[in-house]
């Protein structure tokens, strides 16, 4: 059994076996205390050992870090705080951990230092605690959407296009950069790559997503995608996951209930399946984590225009007490301080925002009538600023080809995507969430390195 199982279990003075790594080690010359832990709950077991029962050598090596398999039998415990211990018959090691080396040692640890020892740190209770609730919150999102009919779509991570325009990409090239096969005229010849021209990583799964809701109606897409912005932030990675459903016959209001609809659900599945995880995070960091996810579900969500939006945020420039960074007028790309005024400050709760300037939107964003915003729409949330960006999506052949002129998108290379709009063209609508921002507003952890395993960030992707 595992220990969360063990924990949970009604019998008692049963023989049992743990296994799992010790996270401490106390007690005295007639017995040791040993903590044990196994990554299926934030909670320890405690294991008692009468000394003159085991070897003391063998005793010396349950070192914190080592790994053990314990038989015994199950008792209630004396101690306060748990239900059960095990009154330990056997141990066997199976690796010792070497006190003098292992890093993880009992003292409480920073999450910078954690974060370079990014191989170990799932052992720390709070890298147990974050990486469940990212695994439970992965979950969610496949039950949430398998629950309402969505297929689950896989949008290819290679891609030949740069039609998104979401941020700078990866090129994927098997070439020998240093010295690349070049053509008469001096420029590289990606003929000879690997797939006979030149590739990148996706920022988004979207376009190859829109393909998907012409033919299956409603779909989503859940995996990686990859950024290379310079932007080192607490909420910007290189590599990060994008959920990403897009649905045939959704006008943009549908879009927003889907959107507020599904990161309420997320947000309940966690409150009610990550409890003791949750309450450990809320103890060491964040005592109005819970409170806040439980704000969110019970309020709606403001939607707000755009240029009302700027309106409040021009006003409240001149307040006393308010001071951005960056400007703020009508067409100016809303900065992160500007969006969480709007949210922490101004409203108080979650914020939808919609009819943005088309200048700073993506060219397949549905152009309203009034010829200068698109049917954009951000999620803006508290201590995160945009979770959320989609929109309604340009139906009209036309004027998508028109606006991919204006803005210098290759509309040749893109004949595969305007197929959609030549052939059975509907409206329709979709959105992205980056789940880490999801994982980051869930668990009240204030950098986005520390809710993924292995952050790429700028100059940072040793392993
Ligand atoms: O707003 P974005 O760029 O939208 C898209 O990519 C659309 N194609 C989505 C769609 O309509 N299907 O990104 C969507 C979300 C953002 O709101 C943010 O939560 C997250 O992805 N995101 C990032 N997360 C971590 N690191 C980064 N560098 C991110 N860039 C965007
Ligand atoms: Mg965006």
């Keep these: 059994m595992r220990i969360a199982e063990l924990l949970a279990s009604g019998e008692r003075n049963v023989e049992v076996v743990a296994k799992g790594w010790v996270r401490t080690k106390r007690g005295n010359k007639n017995v040791a205390f040993i903590a044990l832990n196994d990554g299926s709950t934030i909670h320890n077991i405690q294991v008692v050992a009468e000394t003159a029962a085991f070897d003391e050598a063998l005793l010396k090596s349950v070192t914190t870090g080592a790994c053990l398999k314990v038989t015994g039998t199950l008792v209630d415990s004396p101690a306060s705080g748990q239900p059960v211990e095990i009154q330990a018959r056997t141990i066997e090691i199976y690796g010792g951990a070497d006190p003098e080396t292992y890093p993880l040692q009992k003292k409480g640890h920073t999450l910078e230092f954690l974060r370079e020892i990014a191989h170990l740190r799932p052992r720390t209770n709070t890298f147990g605690a974050v990486f469940r609730i990212r695994h439970a919150m992965a979950y969610a999102i496949h039950k949430y959407f398998n629950d309402r009919g969505f297929v689950y779509w896989n949008s290819p991570l290679i891609t030949g296009s740069d039609a998104e325009g979401a941020g700078a990409m990866f090129q994927v090239t098997t070439l020998d950069v240093a010295n ?104 060491m960091y964040d005592k109005e984590l819970t409170e806040r996810l439980r704000f969110v579900i019970a309020n709606d969500f403001v939607r707000l225009g755009y240029t009302e939006g700027v309106k409040i945020l021009e006003e409240a420039r001149d307040k006393k007490g308010v001071k951005f960074e960056f400007p703020v007028f009508w067409g100016a790309d809303l900065a992160s301080e500007h969006e969480r005024y709007l949210v922490e400050q101004h409203f108080k709760r979650p914020v939808i925002l919609t009819d943005y300037p088309k200048e700073i939107k993506a060219f397949y964003m ?97 392993f």
């Design 180 to 283: 690349p096969p070049r053509k008469e005229d001096g420029s590289v010849d990606y003929a000879q790559d690997f797939f006979g021209r030149s590739t990148n990583l996706t920022v988004s799964g979207q376009l190859e997503g829109e393909l998907a809701a012409m033919s299956l109606g409603l779909i989503y897409t859940f995996g990686p995608t990859f950024r290379a912005e310079n932007s080192n932030t607490p909420r910007h990675l290189a590599e990060f996951w994008m959920v990403e459903p897009e649905m045939a016959f959704y006008e943009i209001g549908e879009n927003m209930d889907l959107a507020e609809d599904f990161i309420k659900y997320l947000v309940n599945y966690a409150l009610e399946n990550c409890a003791d995880d949750l309450a450990f995070l809320e103890k």
């Design 366 to 462: 549905k152009q309203n009538d009034d010829g200068k915003t698109v049917r954009a729409m951000d999620v803006l949330f508290p201590k995160i600023g945009e979770i959320i960006g989609g929109s309604e999506r340009e139906a009209d052949y036309d004027k998508l080809v028109a606006r991919m002129q204006e803005v210098g998108v290759p509309v040749e290379s893109m004949q595969w995507y305007l197929d959609t709009r030549r052939f059975g063209s509907a409206p329709h609508s979709g959105f992205g969430l980056g789940f880490e921002r999801l994982v980051l507003f869930v668990t009240g952890m204030t950098n986005i390195r520390d809710v993924i395993p292995f952050p790429r960030t700028p100059k940072n992707a040793e």
